[in-house]
Nanobody
Framework: QVQLVESGGGLVQTGGSLRLSCAAS????????MGWYRQAPGKKRELVAV???????NYADSVKGRITISRDNAKNTVYLQMNSLKPEDTGVYYC??????????WGQGTQVTVSS
């Protein structure tokens, strides 16, 4: 059974920082691309950052320079370090594990709220 369990969300003031974690089980973590997506109220889910199995990263333009994705294959965990947070970063953050377009899994999400 595949599980992706996010943690680390919460309420933070503008300019603050949070570190999200996503612990995976039931998959060969090292061969999956791992991503973080977010969904704000009334908006579509959007990609925040992704890290491939080889360690290459890609970020949404809106978060470049503020947010860093990393992975620890020994711990089956992917992280999202978020600095200089803005109110527009508010949303539910979802962890995604993707092997292919048809083989992917989602976590249950963790709420991030940035107050102005």
């Amino acid at each position: 059974q595949v599980q992706l369990v996010e943690s680390g969300g919460g309420l933070v003031q503008t300019g603050g920082s949070l570190r999200l974690s996503c612990a995976a089980s039931g998959i060969i973590f090292s061969i999956y691309a791992m991503g973080w997506y977010r969904q704000a109220p009334g908006k579509k889910r959007e990609l925040v950052a992704v890290i491939t199995s080889g360690g290459s990263t890609n970020y949404a333009d809106s978060v470049k320079g503020r947010i860093t994705i990393s992975r620890d294959n020994a711990k089956n965990t992917v992280y999202l370090q978020m600095n200089s947070l803005k109110p527009e970063d508010t949303g539910v953050y979802y962890c995604n594990a993707e092997r292919s377009e048809i083989i992917q899994y989602w976590g249950q999400g963790t709420q991030v709220t940035v107050s102005s």
